[in-house]
């Protein structure tokens, strides 16, 4: 092996105490569900009858396209949760965190699958986005330095908050999929989320009580923040982007919906998203974290009651 790529190892500085001693019985729980709640993409559903479903190819074309959307979102929170991991193996948290990461970074995956199982059962999965645009909004969704601005616990449940709302997203997906394949590939997303989401829960009534107040201001912005500058940006919501492709991109969404392929309508994604951030804002608000008015959905609704 070369010496600069021995240089590139980064060892543990310090490997001992490998900690094994139970703290947070509650994250134990959600392990223990994650084994039992385990699926296989590949053989737990029936990819055939999608594969043969009677539909024309530009409702295929765009179901494609819309479930390569999923499919990089969701790999995504892979690379997110790797760097998780390795902050919780250095920091010597207890085994059920680092089990949960595991978890959480093996069913992102899965369901990175699913999606572009789908995609592939209807046409062709997109291994990169066609649009120009697209490719530079998508490695935007993980900035690694704004994670590592905010403590460790802080900025896994700032994570968790978006969880919660893709989670009402995939809701009404899942409710228009009319497709068992999509239907039950839905199903057992919706499934994974649901603990991804207890478990935001969960470290925010185990900590958020010690973060400064400052700190919580710094939460409230950054979910605000990544909401506008990455996820509205034709991920969650066409709202912000560019006029020419936020047209493309909502005709093929609306298309998709239109046939069932499990997708949302464009129009109804703006209000899906008012109401999760405002159920989001109220549950943050508890912990004294103020969520900041995101002004190109709230905006002109609140200025208008
Ligand atoms: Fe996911
Ligand atoms: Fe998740």
Same mark, same amino acid.
């Given at each position: ?163 919660? &709302?893709? *989670?009402? !997203? =995939?809701?009404?997906? #899942?409710?228009?999929?009319?497709? @068992? $394949? ?44 990544? &909401?506008? *500058?990455? !996820? =509205?940006?034709?991920? #969650?919501?066409?709202?912000?982007? @560019? $006029? ?62």
């Amino acid at each position: 092996m070369q010496s600069s790529m021995l240089e590139e190892v980064i060892d543990n500085p310090n490997p001992y105490p490998v900690v094994a001693e139970p703290r947070y019985p509650e994250v134990w729980q959600l392990c223990l569900q994650a084994r039992e709640l385990a699926w296989d993409p590949a053989a737990d559903i029936d990819w055939e009858e999608l594969k043969n479903a009677d539909l024309p190819p530009d409702v295929r074309a765009a179901g494609a396209e819309w479930w390569s959307l999923r499919a990089w979102m969701e790999h995504g929170a892979v690379p997110y949760g790797c760097e998780r991991l390795r902050d919780a193996v250095f920091q010597h948290l207890p085994f059920e965190v680092k089990q949960h990461i595991c978890n959480f970074i093996a069913e992102e995956l899965r369901h990175h699958e699913a999606s572009f199982r789908i995609a592939q059962a209807l046409d062709d999965y997109q291994p990169e986005p066609r649009a120009d645009y697209f490719k530079t909004i998508i490695p935007k969704f993980h900035d690694e330095k704004v994670e590592k601005a905010m403590s460790f616990y802080a900025g896994l449940a700032v994570n968790t908050l978006f969880e919660q &709302l893709s *989670g009402e !997203l =995939l809701q009404v997906r #899942y409710e228009n999929a009319r497709f @068992p $394949a999509i239907k039950e590939a839905c199903r057992l997303i919706l499934r994974d989320e649901a603990r991804h989401i207890q478990f935001g829960r969960v470290i925010m009534r185990l900590f958020f009580a010690d973060i400064s107040k400052d700190e919580k201001v710094a939460l409230g912005e950054k979910f605000a923040a990544k &909401l506008r *500058g990455s !996820l =509205l940006n034709g991920v #969650y919501s066409v709202v912000n982007l @560019p $006029a020419e492709e936020r047209k493309r991109s909502a005709k093929q969404r609306a298309l998709a919906a239109d046939w069932g392929i499990g997708a949302t309508h464009p129009d109804e994604e703006v209000e899906i998203i008012i109401d999760a951030v405002g159920r989001i804002r109220g549950e943050v608000a508890e912990y004294d974290v103020p969520i900041p008015v995101i002004p190109e959905i709230e905006g002109p609704r609140e200025a208008a009651e």
